[in-house]
């Protein structure tokens, strides 16, 4: 979720006094996003003053919106009045149908679409945790999230249904084209109202663990609460800077449209669900689904259609758009609004969606963070982005940036480190896994968040190569899982997984593996044999089959900068 690294600019002394001035007017007390100190499961944290304190009642504002359109998906239209009554019955048919309670965790396994979100919102409206299970997991995976989180409830659709077909979860499966219409029968029910704190736990997401399971990232509803106000605060702050620094956009001699958001990436994700299903429902945007694989082509159909005026270029989406040859096609003018995030974002590529969809080229924007996080731990966008594209920006109020040395030690500015986050938007846990909570959250509920970076005049830059993550389209791929599934074949004696660059992908991965000696298995063998355990992205594109063993340091790890290609020295101690 983050460009390559450079150098900053940095803006004039007076443009810093502006930005003082405009943060002051809205945190600063009396400001409509009033910061103040309060205690945050134990520690002393900055918070907004004035919140709400839970995901039910961002839904029962939501019904202020009444006929406006909260989720369109092809022929389907609910609008935010219906969409709260639909809710409501759905929440009592969990509590009466299947037993329900606060606390309990019901599965999600569907691709995106209208009852993914009233399932949402109806299961934490009851103070249930969401389990959002990865759409593209194969049943293996399916089986150890349902397991791993003892759900009460799996909902799901048909096509992700099948992959577990004859499987016994364990659980009450509902599915979602055939079962879902009888949760709907309660039209005069009432929200819950079951007291909900803002610390109790809301969703679980799902991350790839460097211990080959996937890990469970516990979200509190203060956390999905703050993302909506974090991010809306500095959406306003980036409008008051545009207009003091004269860099605000051409005043339109037309009305502008309504604002509608084009949701591309899946709700299992932060960016789906955070963005698409929370923060736009929270201020009465459209948001528009398509169904089916991602087509650039339709994108581009549905943007025009449905004058999209903000979307988020998860991953290869925004290449895939911007590089289509139909693209003159269609009429794009609607679009304000494009975000970036999912994979290294260039300046190259963000000077092509600039050209692309030039009503939004001064107000494109990326952000940094992590499941674990809770949202974004930096934002930057408009003239910062301009000035520094390579930048994932500042500390996002209430949030807090260390770079610390391997001692943890907190390194001066311009020293690579690794990146430490606090705010009180961290997950709570790892679910059921306290050894692993506690290697990722270190004293003061600083998240150690594995990625190495820098810190100039305040602005974070991420050297996102310097670990062994890769960021595939948008989904963290973690190489140890891929490497104990290669090494788990009888014909491999080693494998290391690594990522290259890649135009479209932001990355790929990439294979190599020693063969056991008098054997020779092909690459579509080991691609069938990886394929059968793990999901499509995590299964290599690339391989490099050998004989010769692997090159490693003197403690026996093995040096990946030479697989790579970045050192020519196997001897090198990293």
């Known amino acids: 979720m983050c460009p390559a690294d450079t150098s900053s600019t940095p803006p004039s002394p007076n443009e810093e006094d502006i930005r003082r001035e405009v943060r002051e007017q809205l945190t600063g007390a009396g400001g409509p996003f009033a910061v103040t100190t309060e205690t945050v499961l134990?520690?002393?944290?900055?918070?907004?003053?004035?919140?709400?304190?839970?995901?039910r009642e961002l839904l029962e504002m939501s019904a202020l919106y009444?006929?406006?359109?909260?989720?369109?998906?092809?022929?389907?239209?609910?609008?935010?009045?219906?969409?709260?009554?639909?809710?409501a019955s759905v929440a009592r048919s969990l509590a009466d149908d299947y037993g329900i309670q606060k606390g309990d965790r019901v599965a999600i396994l569907a691709a995106n679409c209208p009852e993914w979100l009233i399932?949402?919102?109806?299961?934490?409206?009851?103070?249930?945790?969401?389990?959002?299970?990865?759409?593209?997991?194969?049943?293996?995976?399916?089986?150890?999230?349902?397991?791993?989180?003892?759900?009460?409830?799996?909902?799901?659709?048909?096509?992700?249904?099948?992959?577990?077909?004859?499987?016994?979860?364990?659980?009450?499966?509902?599915?979602i084209e055939n079962d879902f219409e009888a949760l709907l029968r309660h039209r005069e029910a009432k929200l819950p109202s079951?007291?909900?704190?803002?610390?109790?736990?809301?969703?679980?997401?799902?991350?790839?663990?460097?211990?080959g399971r996937p890990k469970g990232a516990v979200v509190s509803h203060r956390a999905l609460v703050g993302f909506v106000q974090t991010n809306t605060m500095h959406g306003l702050e980036r409008v008051l800077l545009a207009g003091k620094l004269g860099d605000a956009p051409?005043?339109?001699?037309?009305?502008?449209?309504?604002?509608?958001?084009?949701?591309?990436?899946?709700?299992?994700?932060?960016?789906?669900?955070?963005?698409?299903?929370?923060?736009?429902?929270?201020?009465?945007?459209?948001?528009?689904?398509r169904t089916g694989r991602f087509d650039p082509e339709d994108v581009l159909r549905l943007i025009e259609k449905e004058n999209v005026t903000i979307w988020s270029a998860l991953g290869s989406m925004?290449?895939?758009?911007?590089?289509?040859?139909?693209?003159?096609?269609?009429?794009?003018?609607?679009?304000?609004?494009?975000?970036?995030?999912?994979?290294?974002?260039?300046p190259a590529l963000q000077e092509k969606m600039r050209k692309a969809f030039p009503n939004s080229s001064k107000n494109m924007g990326l952000g940094y963070g992590l499941s674990e996080s809770g949202g974004l731990g930096s934002g930057i966008g408009g003239r910062e982005l301009n000035l520094r594209p390579t930048s994932v920006g500042r500390a996002s109020v209430t949030n807090e940036i260390q770079i610390r040395d391997e001692d943890g030690k907190v390194v001066p500015d311009g020293t690579y480190g690794e990146i430490h986050l606090r705010s009180p938007y961290l997950m709570i846990e790892y679910w059921n896994n306290p050894k692993a909570t506690a290697e990722t959250i270190k004293p003061g509920r600083w998240l150690a968040t594995g990625d190495v970076?820098?810190?100039?005049?305040?602005?974070?830059?991420?050297n996102s190569r310097a670990r062994d993550m890769i960021l595939r389209a948008a989904e963290n791929v973690y190489p140890i899982e891929i490497e104990h599934r290669i090494d788990a074949h009888p014909d491999v004696a080693e494998s290391a997984v690594i990522g290259v660059d890649h135009e479209i992908l932001g990355q790929e991965v990439k294979a190599v593996v020693v063969v056991q000696a008098?054997?020779?298995?092909?690459?579509?063998?080991?691609?069938?044999?990886?394929?059968?355990?793990?999901?499509?992205?995590?299964?290599?594109?690339?391989?490099?089959?050998?004989?010769?063993?692997?090159p490693r340091n003197a403690s026996g790890k093995v040096l990946k900068k030479v697989l790579t290609g970045e050192s020519e020295d196997d001897l090198i101690d990293e």
């Open 194 to 211: 079951i007291e909900i704190d803002e610390d109790d736990a809301a969703l679980i997401l799902f991350t790839s663990g460097t211990t």
């Open 119 to 175: 399932t949402f919102w109806a299961a934490t409206s009851l103070g249930a945790i969401v389990s959002a299970l990865n759409g593209w997991w194969t049943s293996d995976e399916i089986k150890f999230g349902v397991a791993h989180t003892s759900c009460k409830l799996l909902v799901g659709d048909a096509k992700r249904l099948e992959r577990v077909a004859g499987i016994d979860l364990g659980v009450p499966v509902l599915q």
């Open 66 to 87: 009444g006929d406006k359109e909260y989720i369109v998906q092809d022929d389907r239209r609910i609008r935010y009045a219906e969409h709260v009554h639909l809710v």
């Open 42 to 55: 134990g520690e002393q944290m900055e918070v907004f003053a004035d919140r709400k304190r839970c995901l």
């Open 250 to 289: 051409a005043a339109d001699a037309t009305a502008p449209p309504a604002p509608a958001a084009l949701i591309t990436a899946p709700l299992f994700h932060l960016s789906g669900l955070y963005t698409g299903g929370i923060m736009m429902l929270a201020t009465g945007v459209k948001t528009v689904y």
């Open 318 to 346: 925004g290449p895939q758009v911007v590089s289509h040859p139909s693209l003159d096609k269609f009429d794009l003018s609607s679009m304000r609004n494009v975000g970036f995030g999912g994979a290294p974002t260039s």
């Open 518 to 550: 008098g054997t020779s298995p092909t690459e579509e063998v080991l691609h069938a044999w990886v394929g059968e355990s793990l999901a499509s992205f995590k299964v290599p594109s690339l391989w490099d089959i050998r004989s010769e063993p692997l």
């Open 453 to 462: 970076g820098r810190l100039e005049d305040g602005y974070l830059f991420i």
